[in-house]
């Protein structure tokens, strides 16, 4: 995913082109392919990143998250689709984010439906008895959802949760897009009166920021 991320990344700031975007949809219909309508998503983001004209730039902000639903109806445990799509619309609703871009969002795109997937992510990792360390981003995308409904208790809850359910060490995959929700979290500013919690929490987000070491 590594490798996909940035061969997207590069293609679309070299170009701009949707070449690549419609071949990985051209592969996704042929085969109804998961991993390709992920792919999909991520390259249709990226292009909206690029793209000034607001109303090409919201098409491609539609497709990006109509693609990852794609990858989800074929494969509902695909864990990373799933995340991309909750990371993205919980960003489309902070704060930071433009008011009228979240007022366009379909009710399928608005900030329940993402906290149920971010439930769904941490369910799976637990089905799975899965610890690694990148699984900490979906208990932290959790505990920005909390904050942003203002339930302060029900975000340290998830927060501790996350910190003692996944070890510690360097995110695997997915480039640094596992590092969203964690530097969310920590931005957020409830979290200035959790001294303790939040020194835990940057601790883990530096040993996620770690680089992996070569096997010899």
Request: glycine residues 8%.
């Amino acid at each position: 995913d590594d490798e996909v991320l940035a061969t997207i990344d590069l293609v679309v700031r070299l170009n701009g082109s949707t070449r690549m975007l419609d071949g990985f949809v051209r592969q996704a219909e042929a085969g109804e392919d998961a991993d390709s309508w992920f792919y999909a998503g991520l390259a249709a983001w990226a292009l909206m990143d690029v793209t000034a004209h607001s109303l090409r730039k919201h098409g491609m902000l539609m497709a990006a998250l109509d693609h990852l639903s794609a990858a989800l109806r074929v494969d509902p445990e695909h864990w990373p689709a799933r995340f991309m799509r909750a990371c993205y619309v919980t960003m489309l609703h902070s704060d930071e984010a433009d008011e009228m871009v979240a007022f366009l969002l379909p009710p399928a795109y608005g900030i329940t439906p993402a906290r149920e997937d971010a439930r769904l992510l941490i369910d799976l990792q637990a089905r799975a008895g899965l610890r690694a360390p990148f699984g900490l981003a979906a208990y932290c995308l959790a505990a920005v959802q909390a904050l942003m409904a203002g339930d302060e208790p029900a975000a340290w809850r998830v927060l501790r949760d996350g910190l003692v359910g996944t070890g510690d060490g360097p995110a695997e995959g997915l480039g640094g897009q596992l590092l969203v929700p964690v530097v969310m979290a920590m931005r957020r500013p409830e979290l200035e009166g959790q001294p303790k919690l939040r020194a835990a929490l940057a601790r883990r987000c530096r040993s996620l920021a770690r680089t992996r070491e070569p096997v010899a």
